[in-house]
DNA sequence: CGCTCAGGGCCAGAA
DNA sequence: TTCTGGCCCTGAGCG
């Protein structure tokens, strides 16, 4: 009798050799494809085969509709909407492609793929901030302190009280920002840092106007010792790495800063734990706090949950990038720095944010993120100080309208002071024309070249050439709500009222959520209606949050670093272009650009593709029905029409294709699931929250899962998703060099056609989740570890690229796979039991009797 | 040493 | 009761 092992195995076997068996049909069927093509490739296997091809540009539109672009690839759809339909499914049926140029069969993959998700941004929730787990406030000492209440739940809510049951509907995590005023916070499992450091078993007493902040923003007063290595430029300059007597918290130990604030959840996990070492993931949508940045805490967690290991490189990344999660923004490529300890990567960026020295105070982004990967360094930056009025160059007249008469009382200063700035009307005033949307820009633009004093020159040169005067700056909108500037604030001009608002949201830890779709328009008669999206645009329009200091000490200048960057704007037309002109590039690695372009084939279903007969032949395939029938069943019959287009997928995939079958198989069997999974998140995140898609006809809201906690996992998984902010089509070339090699569209209602757009860093996470070079018995480990590890120094250079202001983004993508592989412990466990005894005979039924 | 100005605090009024 | 926003205070940076 065999044993269950033994028949675990053999299904195992049999699921392998399925999946053998499918990719080789697959070459086959390829092959076939392409010789019997001729000059006519079919656009499933114009991105089929990647690399080496290089088609010159073609400019491209963007209003999403197609006119007579024979390089178009249509995929037609009986869908109204522009969904992120990387993989839709059932919608196959009705899918068609139309043929591109003509190409030949070897060069058929030259029709390119245009890739981005539209969708992506206009359903992200209101904080952008998550994943970060802040300390407690358990209580104030301070009658001043800010109540911690309950907000109304209709607008917004404390993160304070976020841990419901509805986590939804939850508010993000919390925003890293500084605590409550004089509150007693407690770091969750930091007993031991904080007894150190306060004396108070687990509680850091955050004394108001109780820090003296070093003269060079290094040291405390008291000590005359030499300035220790200042700090990475997002965390505050007075937040010396010496500890400081006073019970406040900052300190030193090992090299570790224990800054709250931007940082401080993240910081305060991450310092606590014995080795120094760790960083806190948190889930707060799944209401877990998966604390393990830590590398063997990450380790054993994800041994304990799936038996096996992280892939080392993957390992390496993620402790890697937890620098960046912690606001620390580092690009150091070394990434033993992160695992030896936090101290090292805390030296590692020592180069920044000294205002004594102005080391990098003013560097631009991209400039720290490059440079902390260099030891520290003896910079000789000549000092910027990042005021605006530093930042814009020096203005010829000193006594600028930016005086402190307009920056406190602008009310005042425009009547009275500004004798040659007539006050515009209100009426003028609009967040859309305003020249402040373009300066700010500007700013961000010429800090992004260098770090030297020639930025001051350029961009006064830029602000002069572009005509921007002082005076028009004053009188320009609120870039947020369009209301009467009033000074520069927390890193961009604005007004008074939206001063207070950032400063209030960020000091008092709100958490907003707004309820309708995040995209309320904010001006000055709405901006108090919604907090969430008043708060989301001060950070689009570049409000630093560093800049909210968390001693709350008055006075003085900012010493943060004033490299923010701004989205691509609506900015006056000229200027606009102009700014567009001179900006900054940034490419998408060549890898990844390959990488997207297989995502088409997560789409293409065209005549003969056996996905559509299979689709057609399923005997799980109930169709319309199923949304109240058995949607385990249909999402089964789903999982098992995608796993063959999965291994399509795969077997196109740079790097993957290249690797020999029996190690691909064992790719495929190790990840099917979260790829799987993942692309159903990801298709989910248009939708309304709360809810996945499962196909074009299903949908399901968590309380149709009936406490299935995989489709409960799921849901928020896709919440996750959507706060990370992937990036769209429309991130590629609104600020990138990037040309793919054709476009994609999908026909939608009345014959129009809908651009597809894919995520670059949706499409290159799922080929690490792929590349893992833990699967056991490969024969070419060392070479799957190796293009793992390429890619990611690519995502992570995209993504630090494309963000420079969120160093982080990396760590958060790669800190979802933790969590995917957990749901996909959960969805396996179901679908086994599900699937227990069936005599189904498909591809998903093999893999899952084997998986076990 | 005085000025600048950005960040924090206060508080009346609004929601 | 909470939030808003105008006004004022503070103090580091700078000339």
Redesign the pocket.
């Known amino acids: 009798m065999l044993s269950l092992q033994d028949e675990q195995c053999t299904r195992a076997a049999g699921a392998t050799r399925r999946m053998e068996e499918s990719i080789e049909a697959e070459c086959d069927e390829e092959i076939a494809r392409i010789s019997s093509q001729g000059e006519g490739g079919d656009q499933g296997d114009s991105a089929h085969g990647v690399g080496g091809r290089h088609d010159p540009p073609r400019p491209m539109s963007w209003d999403g509709e197609l006119s007579d672009n024979d390089d178009a690839i249509i995929i037609e759809e009986d869908v109204d909407t522009a969904h992120i339909d990387d993989d839709d499914d059932d919608e196959d049926n009705d899918v068609e492609f139309s043929s591109p140029k003509p190409s030949s069969a070897l060069d058929s993959t030259s029709s390119s793929t245009t890739t981005s998700s539209n969708n992506v941004n206009n359903n992200n929730s209101n904080c952008p901030y998550s994943g970060s787990e802040e300390p407690t406030t358990l209580s104030s000492n301070n009658a001043?302190t800010?109540?911690n209440?309950s907000?109304p739940p209709s607008q917004?809510q404390?993160h304070n009280n976020n841990h419901s049951d509805d986590s939804s509907r939850l508010s993000p995590p919390p925003h890293p920002h500084p605590p409550a005023?004089s509150s007693l916070l407690l770091c969750p499992s930091s007993d031991q840092h904080n007894a150190n450091n306060s004396g108070v078993g687990g509680v850091v007493h955050v004394a108001?106007?109780n820090v003296k902040?070093c003269?060079h923003?290094l040291n405390s007063s008291e000590d005359n010792s030499p300035c220790a290595p200042p700090l990475p430029a997002s965390l505050p300059p007075n937040k010396c790495t010496n500890n400081i007597s006073n019970g406040t918290t900052t300190n030193s130990v090992n090299g570790n800063t224990h800054v709250h604030g931007l940082t401080s959840s993240v910081l305060c996990e991450h310092n606590s734990a014995p080795n120094n070492n760790n960083a806190l993931i948190t889930n707060n949508n799944n209401n877990l706090q998966h604390r393990a940045g830590n590398q063997s805490q990450v380790h054993q967690h994800h041994q304990q949950q799936h038996g096996h290991h992280h892939p080392h490189s993957l390992n390496n990344a993620v402790n890697h990038s937890l620098n960046g999660l912690n606001g620390l923004g580092t690009g150091n490529s070394n990434s033993s720095s992160a695992i030896n300890g936090s101290s090292g990567f805390v030296q590692n960026n020592s180069s920044f944010n000294c205002?004594?020295t102005?080391l990098g105070s003013c560097q631009p982004a991209t400039m720290i993120l490059q440079q902390h990967s260099q030891p520290p360094m003896n910079l000789s930056f000549p000092?910027i100080?990042p005021?605006?009025?530093?930042a814009l160059g020096g203005w010829s007249t000193?006594?600028?309208n930016?005086?402190?008469h307009n920056?406190?009382?602008?009310?005042?200063s425009f009547s009275s002071s500004s004798n040659n700035t007539t006050p515009p009307c209100i009426e003028n005033y609009s967040p859309s024309n305003s020249p402040l949307l373009s300066h700010n820009r500007v700013v961000n633009k010429v800090e992004d070249f260098d770090g030297d004093q020639q930025d001051s020159v350029l961009l006064s040169s830029n602000l002069t050439s572009q005509g921007i005067s002082r005076s028009q700056l004053i009188n320009s909108p609120c870039p947020i709500c369009g209301?009467r500037i009033s000074?520069?604030?927390?890193?961009i001009f604005s007004?008074?009222?939206?001063k207070?608002?950032f400063?209030?949201?960020v000091?008092?830890r709100?958490n907003y959520v707004c309820l309708r779709g995040a995209s309320c328009h904010v001006t000055i008669a709405t901006?108090?209606k919604c907090?969430a999206c008043r708060f989301d645009k001060c950070l689009k329009q570049g409000m630093r949050l560093e800049?909210?200091?968390e001693d709350?000490?008055?006075?003085?200048?900012?010493?943060?670093a004033c490299s923010y960057t701004l989205p691509p704007t609506s900015a006056t037309p000229s200027l606009s272009e102009n700014v567009q002109q001179n900006a900054p590039t940034w490419e998408i690695p060549d890898l990844l650009k390959e990488i997207v372009e297989c995502e088409s084939l997560w789409h293409l279903s065209a005549d003969g593709d056996q996905e559509s007969d299979l689709t057609k032949a399923s005997p799980h395939h109930h169709g319309p029905n199923a949304n109240n029938a058995d949607y385990l069943q249909e999402l089964c019959a789903a999982a098992d029409r995608r796993l063959y287009r999965l291994v399509k997928w795969c077997k196109s995939l740079p790097l993957f294709k290249n690797i020999q079958v029996d190690d691909q198989t064992k790719l495929l069997l190790n990840s099917w699931c979260e790829l799987l999974l993942f692309s159903c998140c990801y298709r989910s995140i248009p939708m309304p929250a709360g809810s996945i898609r499962i196909n074009e006809r299903l949908s399901l809201k968590e309380n149709d899962a009936h406490g299935n906690q995989c489709i409960t996992r799921m849901i928020h998984f896709t919440e996750n998703l959507r706060r990370l902010r992937l990036d769209t089509g429309k991130d590629h070339f609104a600020g990138s060099n990037c040309v793919f090699k054709g476009m994609y569209y999908k026909r939608i209602k009345n014959n129009n056609k809908k651009l597809l757009e894919f995520s670059v860093e949706y499409a290159a996470l799922k080929v690490i989740i792929l590349m893992s070079s833990e699967v056991d018995e490969l024969h070419e480990g060392d070479r799957v570890r190796e293009s793992q590890e390429r890619l990611l120094q690519c995502l992570q250079a995209y993504t630090l690229a494309r963000c420079p202001e969120s160093p982080s983004k990396f760590g958060e993508l790669l800190l979802k796979i933790p969590e995917l592989q957990r749901i996909c412990q959960v969805g396996k466990e179901m679908l086994t039991a599900k699937t227990e005894g069936s005599n189904g005979f498909n591809l998903l039924f093999e893999l899952l009797r084997g998986d076990h």
């Open positions: 001043n800010p109540p209440t907000p917004y404390n005023k108001k106007n902040p003269p923003g205002p004594q102005n000092k100080p005021s605006p009025d530093s000193p006594s600028s930016l005086s402190r920056s406190d009382a602008s009310q005042r209301d000074g520069f604030h927390y890193g007004c008074e009222s939206c207070g608002f400063k209030r949201t000091q008092n709100k901006r108090k907090p800049a909210i200091r709350r000490t008055r006075g003085g200048r900012s010493t943060y």
